[in-house]
Every structure is written in C-alpha cells, then in structure tokens.
C-alpha cells in the first residue's frame, strides 16, 4: 500500500498518518494481505533413531487455504552454533540442498546424514509454516575427554580432588562412577554430578579422610556397548 503526496502546502504542518481498516476476523479479504500460514500435520514422526545402514523416512504433509497448492520444501541448515545459522544448506541425501515433495527418504543412511532438518510448507499469499525433524544414529559409548582438577583451601591445603570425564552415546548411556572395582554413591566422602543430555560426569573426592587414594573408573554403557577410564589417584 502506497500513499502518494501530490503537493505540498507550506502550512501543513500536521503529521501524516495512514491506517488499515481490518475486518473484525483480523484477516483482510484481499489476497495480498491474508496472514494466515498453511497447517502442518501433527501426525508424523519428527524424530528417528536409527542403525547405520537403515531405510528410513520423513514425512511431512500440510493443509492450506481451500483450492490453493501447497508447497512442501525440505532442507537442512547448516548451523554453526545452536544461536547461529549459517546463510547456506548443507545437502540432503538426494544431493539436493533443497527438496519439493511430502517424503524425505534416506534409502541407507551414513554417519553424515545425522542431523536436523526442516519442512517448510507454503502458497502463495500466505506466510510459511516450518518444523524441525531430528535424525540419530545409533552408537556405541566412546570417551570424549577426561581430566584431574585439584581444588586447594585458602591456606594452600589440598581440599577436594575433582575427577571429570565426557563420553557420546547414542542411545544415552548409563554412567557409574567406581573406586577399587566398588561402585560409589553420593556421600560425604564422594558426590556425583551426571549429566546425561551431554554424557559427561564429575566425581569430587573428598581429601579430608586418608583413604581417598586408589583407582577410580568412570564407567559407560548402552545397549551397542561399553566404555570406560582410570585415573589413579
């Protein structure tokens, strides 16, 4: 909409406003302007856990303004941090950065096709709907990182004793912390910081007892496998 002054008149001096009239539904009966957005099915899978190797699917269908077409597009965004997105689409499993259609396929899936990707769907005049669907891959706990941290008092005493470790596995793996093939619960001597949503763990070893020396273990399973890590203390 454009509001075109002809003439100017040296005592205007008022300010200009110009305003919509919506109808009381909110929408405006003139296709250009209609806002609403095409409604994406709640009923399909959004996210897969699969084996390398498998076949599987994503589906993603929409209903739109009566007698319109709906344009369902695929494409996965390559992200480079979870608040950052890169301008550019990494590419689906047909070659393709973008895809038309309702049906992702993935005929054998790769370690690289791990991910997040997105249906977007859209007609003309409207305001595009998107989703987000997640695809994992199975796999077998692995040992990311592990480390020692010394934790002194004011007076330069040995305190505390933090040992951490961070593994990946898909699906979550469960972590147990031992000393001397024993396995630790929390207590005064010992506590147990899990976080499963990253797969990593921190042991704090109290040092105020004469007995906080030995073997520790940080120890990982699922159902794909185990893995593990010492530290001698």
């Known amino acids: 909409m454009f509001f075109i002054l002809l003439s100017v008149i040296a005592t205007l001096t008022a300010p200009i406003f ?6 009381e539904s909110g929408f405006s009966n003139d296709p250009l302007f209609r806002l609403t957005r095409p409604d994406i099915y709640e009923n399909t899978t ?14 993603c269908y929409a209903s739109g303004t009566p007698g319109a077409n709906v344009i369902v ?3 996965r965004p390559e992200y480079i941090n ?39 769907a859209y007609e003309e005049h ?21 480390g020692v941290k010394k934790i002194f008092q004011d007076n330069n005493v040995l305190d505390a004793i933090e040992l951490s470790a961070e593994a990946s596995a898909v699906p979550q793996g469960e972590i147990i912390w031992y000393k001397n093939n024993q396995v630790l619960s929390n207590s005064y001597k010992y506590q147990i ?7 990593s763990a921190v042991l704090t070893i109290s040092t ?4 906080y020396h030995g073997t520790y273990k940080f120890f990982i399973q699922n159902e794909l496998g185990q893995a593990e890590y010492s530290f001698e203390i």
């Not at 110009?18 to 109808?23: G, K, T, Y």
């Not at 959004?46 to 589906?59: C, H, K, P, R, Y």
């Not at 409207?126 to 592990?146: D, E, M, N, W």
């Open 18 to 23: 110009c305003s919509l009239q919506l109808p």
């Open 46 to 59: 959004t996210d897969i856990l699969a084996n390398v190797g498998d076949s599987v699917q994503f589906e």
């Open 73 to 75: 597009e695929w494409s």
């Open 82 to 120: 979870l608040f950052q997105q890169n301008e550019g689409n990494l590419r689906l499993p047909n070659g393709e950065k973008v895809y038309r259609g309702n049906i992702l396929s993935f005929p054998s899936v790769k370690p690289e096709h791990a991910g997040s990707y997105i249906c977007r």
């Open 126 to 146: 409207t305001l595009p709907s998107s989703r987000s669907y997640l695809l994992s891959l199975k796999s077998k706990p692995s040992i990311r990182s592990a």
């Open 193 to 199: 910081l899990i976080m499963n949503y990253s797969g």
């Open 208 to 211: 105020k007892d004469s007995d």
